[in-house]
């Protein structure tokens, strides 16, 4: 029997970019077709890969909790960094503010880590609605380059990555951890 990892997942963005429907989409298989702003979520599912088996624990948080004193995201809550293993940063293709909020949103986890590597997916959601793009997919290509992190570009509403999604955090969080284990690796003399 195969051991089971825990892994916490933050799923962080700006309002009304599809947070919640990913993550259902991801858990129950199916679209939400109606909206209601999401106060917070938690969601879990085991998820295979290969022969390790995770039990994924994900948080969707709401866009508008994070707005205090008039500056967007200015304090993050512990919870939001406390005994989280990776984070999926979802943006719309439609909205360019969404996108600019998800750079200052990174560079807040950044601070709250102090790593310089974190495990993060960067994902341009709502592909779907490409005629509406307000963010072209080479721009959000770029920004997780620089961050060292994952691009994809998706669709809740056409099911377009969400399960890769997941799975490409897990690989993430195993990455940054390993790379980590390597650079402290301790040798007795």
């Excluded at 129950?28 to 938690?42: A, I, S, W």
């Excluded at 560079?107 to 509406?132: C, F, I, M, W, Y």
């Amino acid at each position: 029997m195969p051991l089971v990892r825990y892994r916490k997942v933050v799923i962080l963005g700006y309002r009304s970019v599809g947070k919640t429907s990913l993550a259902h989409q991801f858990v129950e298989g199916k679209f939400l077709e109606r909206y209601d702003p999401t106060v917070e979520n938690t969601y879990s599912k085991i998820v295979t890969l290969g022969k390790d088996e995770f039990h994924l624990h994900l948080v969707d948080t709401a866009g508008q909790v994070l707005v205090w004193g008039g500056d967007e995201y200015s304090i993050l809550p512990y919870s939001f960094i406390i005994g989280v293993h990776g984070y999926v940063l979802v943006y719309s293709v439609t909205s360019l503010h969404s996108f600019q909020v998800i750079e200052s949103l990174y560079q807040k986890l950044h601070e709250g880590h102090g790593k310089t590597r974190l495990p993060v997916v960067l994902v341009g959601n709502k592909a779907d609605l490409s005629p509406n793009r307000e963010v072209q997919a080479v721009e959000g290509k770029k920004l997780a380059e620089s961050w060292g992190a994952t691009f994809m570009e998706s669709s809740a509403r056409e099911n377009q990555l969400t399960q890769g999604i997941f799975t490409k955090v897990i690989q993430e969080i195993a990455r940054v951890e390993n790379s980590y284990g390597q650079e402290r690796r301790c040798h007795l003399m």
